[in-house]
């Protein structure tokens, strides 16, 4: 084991609406609130439980040719430097989306050029 999917990121207008929506249809509840109005839901339990949560993030218009739907891994068996080495010997590539390089968190490209971010959370295998 390497990683697990932790978070599933949707890139959203009205986050609040859509956590509404999703906490009903997945029987999920509000985990985080963020200062940008981002919000997190997931099952009662909690992040790094079996079900990844959804993290709704606050856009004001979707960006022009990006999916607005990206993964969130967390590293199961090592810390997080050795996945994103393991990661990279994959195929999988830096992207740069503007951070700042103080987030504790990488963001990657996979072989096909779909964003994803190796978290620094380390889950425990399932």
């Given amino acids: 084991m390497a990683c697990r999917i932790s978070e599933l990121v ?8 859509l956590a509404r929506f999703w906490c009903e249809v997945l029987d999920f ?3 985080d609130r963020e200062v940008d109005g981002s919000v997190e839901i997931g099952p ?9 949560t959804l993290f709704l993030s606050r856009r004001a218009e979707p960006e022009p040719g990006k999916p607005r739907l ?14 994103l080495e393991r990661l990279l010997a994959l195929g999988a590539r830096p992207a740069d989306i ?29």
Avoid: M, Y
């Fill in 10 to 17: 949707l890139g959203c207008r009205d986050p609040e609406l």
């Fill in 29 to 31: 509840v509000v985990l």
């Fill in 44 to 52: 009662r339990e909690g992040f790094g439980g079996a079900q990844p």
């Fill in 70 to 83: 990206h993964i969130d891994v967390n590293a199961t068996d090592r810390d997080q430097e050795d996945e």
């Fill in 98 to 126: 503007g951070q700042t390089g103080d987030e504790s968190w990488h963001v990657l490209a996979d072989p096909e050029g779909n964003e994803f971010c190796l978290l620094k959370r380390r889950l425990d295998p399932l």
